[in-house]
């Protein structure tokens, strides 16, 4: 019975992609990178522990299948990947490990993953498993959440297991130096299972409960699931003002968060730096990197005309760069006043009102017949006047005054 599906990863993945971005030690990448490839390889069923324990588990009646299990219990914290509990309280806790390159174990119990072909020393997965156990026995003992049976509480026979993908290299210690027969690759756990089940059916069968009684108890434990986001920063030991340019890139225009520079990744702006939140993907604001966005320099570049005013609230606008939908990567003309105005204009309504090209020099001897603003001299480049000189209103698009040029 499958009682609680995987926690989707796609936050996360956004989170650390953007991570990726910016300027850290190679040390620091390499975690990032590790973190992300394990993400990635987690939400690809078939290579996945949770594709293979589904496989056999998710419609069999006699076993309880939880993923991404996470409790709290007097200030300690287990996550654990998989649960797997049976009718006789069988409780297996699945540790699950997607190191691409591989795992090694040496003679003596250690563990490493391999990066570029390099062996890099992690803590080990069986311990932190171990870890995970006792901290769930306690949990359920000290809440009385244990099933019963004839009023006597069963309580769980653990075991300890640790799964990496099928497609991942396992390099295990010569038979006798270490037992790391907890260590497996996903697609081998069943066969180990009807194996352990042989040999331990006959001590369990006094703990039997029925499939409705197993129900009760994972989905109760399931319910107690506490999700929260994983503090990247922290575990990658991220400076906060690493992450902000150490206060020399402008604040974001949404939430007011320092920003980081990036570069667009797609569409026919790729390669182009900007400023992008350090709040992504909580916050997705973006500023041109040209541009600093600063309540001056927005008024200034107005006035001389080098960015036009919102259409919605007349306030300056300023160069954005779109960040999803079609048209992701692309510039466009966005209000100063976001997001409390939402006015937009696509670079070329600005750049060609009707044949007419950007704003070449504003002057006050000429006033626009409709709002009494100061013109500007611009060039018509459609139609039978393709090529001469007219006065245009400086309140364009809010304004569509015109006025000949006397010859």
Not at 158 to 183: M, Q, W
Request: glycine letters at 6%; hydrophobic letters at 30%; aromatic letters at 8%.
């Amino acid at each position: 019975m499958l009682i609680k599906e995987k926690d989707q990863n796609q936050q996360q993945i956004d989170y650390l992609t953007d991570l990726l971005d910016r300027d850290f030690p190679e040390a620091q990448k390499r975690q990032i990178e590790r973190e992300l490839k394990c993400l990635y390889s987690a939400d690809k069923g078939e290579k996945s522990p949770a594709y293979y324990l589904e496989l056999d588990f998710a419609n069999n009646k006699n076993w309880a299948l939880i993923h991404d299990l996470r409790i709290e219990h007097k200030g300690q914290v287990a996550q654990i990947d998989h649960l797997l509990i049976g009718r006789m309280m069988e409780c297996y806790v699945i540790e699950s490990k997607n190191f691409n390159s591989g795992v090694m174990i040496s003679d003596e119990g250690d563990f490493s993953y391999f990066y570029k072909n390099k062996p890099y020393a992690i803590p080990s997965p069986i311990e932190q498993n171990e870890r995970h156990i006792q901290l769930l026995d306690r949990f359920l003992s000290d809440n009385k959440l244990y099933p019963t049976r004839l009023g006597v509480a069963l309580k769980p026979d653990y075991r300890n297991i640790v799964l990496i993908s099928p497609t991942s290299r396992l390099t295990k210690p010569k038979k006798g130096l270490f037992d790391c027969s907890a260590v497996m690759k996903a697609d081998k756990f069943v066969s180990h299972f009807k194996k352990d089940i042989e040999t331990s059916s006959l001590s369990s069968i006094t703990k039997v409960m029925s499939s409705d009684s197993l129900m009760s108890f994972a989905e109760k434990l399931a319910f107690l699931h506490e999700a929260k986001p994983i503090d990247y920063k922290a575990k990658f030991s991220i400076d906060e003002n690493t992450t902000e340019n150490e206060g020399t890139a402008p604040k974001c225009p949404e939430c007011q968060h320092g920003m980081v520079r990036r570069t667009v990744k797609k569409g026919k702006n790729v390669g182009k730096a900007f400023w992008g939140c350090s709040q992504y993907p909580k916050c997705k604001g973006v500023l041109d990197i040209k541009e600093p966005a600063t309540a001056a320099s927005v008024k200034q570049d107005a006035e001389v005309g080098a960015a036009p005013e919102c259409p919605k609230c007349s306030k300056p606008m300023i160069k954005r760069v779109a960040t999803k939908g079609e048209n992701k990567g692309s510039e466009f003309w966005g209000c100063s006043d976001f997001p409390k105005c939402k006015g937009t204009l696509k670079i070329d309504s600005v750049a060609e009102q009707e044949g007419v090209p950007v704003i070449e020099k504003k002057t006050d001897d000429v006033l626009c017949p409709k709002c009494n603003a100061a013109m500007v001299k611009r060039i018509s480049k459609k139609g039978d006047n393709a090529g001469k000189e007219f006065w245009g209103c400086s309140k364009f698009p809010k304004c569509r005054g015109v006025l000949p040029v006397k010859q």
